[in-house]
C-alpha cells in the first residue's frame, strides 16, 4: 500500500528556519516525482514545487521560487519542504503527494504550521 | 506560466440538481487537465483525468469535457456527498497550476 506520512504540526515565530518532512512507502520512492502543496486556512491549493528523488531533479512555482526549499534523501525514501526565515504568511497546511504521470493520486496527511509571534 | 481560472467560485443547488463548473486555461494545455474533490476535513482526491477520463471508483454522475482552454466539470444529479470544493489542475509541464476551487453546497 502506497503511503506517505508527513511530519507533524510545527508552530514557529516570524524569522525561524522550519523543515518538514514526507516519508513514503510501499513504493519504489526514487522513481516517482514527489510534490508540495500549500492550503492557506480557509483558501485554495497552491502548487508549490515538485522533486524526483532518483536524481533530485526539482521544479518550483514561479510564486515559490526562492521563497522555499524541496529536497529528498532517496536512502530514507523521505522529502523535505524547508523555509529559512519564516514569515506569518507561510501558516498554511502543507501536502505532499506522488505524482503519478502529473497526477497527485495519494497524499500525505498534511502538516499544519503556524507561525505567529 | 498558464493560468487556471475557474467560475462560479462557489455556488448551491438542491438535491438532484444538474450542477456545472468550468476550467479556463490562460493557454491550450491539449486535454491535460485534471479534476480534483476536496471534501471538508479530507485530502483531496482525481475524479477526472485527460479532461474527460473518470478516475476508477467516481460515480458516473461526474463527467468532464473541453479541451484547449475551456473546460467543464458536470454533476448530474448532485447529492449530499458532493459537498466539497472542486479544483481542476493543468499537467502538461510544470508549474502544474490549480484553479482557484469551486465550493458546492446543498440549496
Known amino acids: 500500500e502506497v503511503q506517505l506520512v508527513q511530519s507533524g504540526a510545527e508552530v514557529k515565530k516570524p524569522g525561524e528556519s522550519l523543515k518538514i518532512s514526507c516519508k513514503g512507502s510501499?513504493?519504489?520512492?526514487?522513481?516517482?516525482?514527489i510534490g508540495w502543496v500549500r492550503q492557506m486556512p480557509g483558501k485554495g491549493l497552491e502548487w508549490m514545487g515538485i522533486?524526483?528523488?532518483?536524481?533530485?531533479?526539482?521544479k518550483y512555482s514561479p510564486s515559490f521560487q526562492g521563497q522555499v526549499t524541496i529536497s529528498a534523501d532517496k536512502s530514507i525514501s523521505t522529502a523535505y519542504l524547508q523555509w529559512s526565515s519564516l514569515k506569518a504568511s507561510d501558516s498554511a497546511t502543507y501536502y505532499c503527494?506522488?505524482?503519478?504521470?502529473?497526477?497527485?493520486?495519494?497524499w500525505g496527511q498534511g502538516t499544519l504550521v503556524t507561525v505567529s509571534s | 506560466d498558464i493560468q487556471m481560472t475557474q467560475s462560479p467560485s462557489s455556488l448551491s443547488a438542491s438535491v438532484g440538481d444538474r450542477v456545472t463548473i468550468a476550467c479556463r486555461a490562460s493557454?491550450?494545455?491539449?486535454?491535460?487537465l485534471a479534476w480534483y474533490q476536496q471534501q471538508p476535513g479530507k485530502v483531496p482526491k482525481v475524479l477526472i483525468y485527460?479532461?474527460?477520463t473518470l478516475q476508477s471508483g467516481v460515480p458516473s454522475r461526474f463527467s468532464g469535457s473541453g479541451s484547449g482552454t475551456d473546460f467543464t466539470l458536470t454533476i448530474s444529479s448532485l447529492q449530499p456527498e458532493d459537498v466539497a470544493t472542486y479544483y481542476c489542475?493543468?499537467?502538461?509541464?510544470?508549474?502544474?497550476?490549480f484553479g482557484g476551487g469551486t465550493k458546492v453546497e446543498i440549496k
Open positions: 493557454q491550450g494545455i491539449s486535454n491535460y
Open positions: 489542475q493543468k499537467y502538461n509541464s510544470a508549474p502544474l497550476t
Open positions: 510501499g513504493y519504489s520512492f526514487s522513481n516517482y516525482w
Open positions: 485527460a479532461a474527460s
Open positions: 522533486i524526483y528523488p532518483g536524481d533530485s531533479d526539482t
Open positions: 503527494a506522488r505524482q503519478d504521470a502529473g497526477l497527485f493520486h495519494y
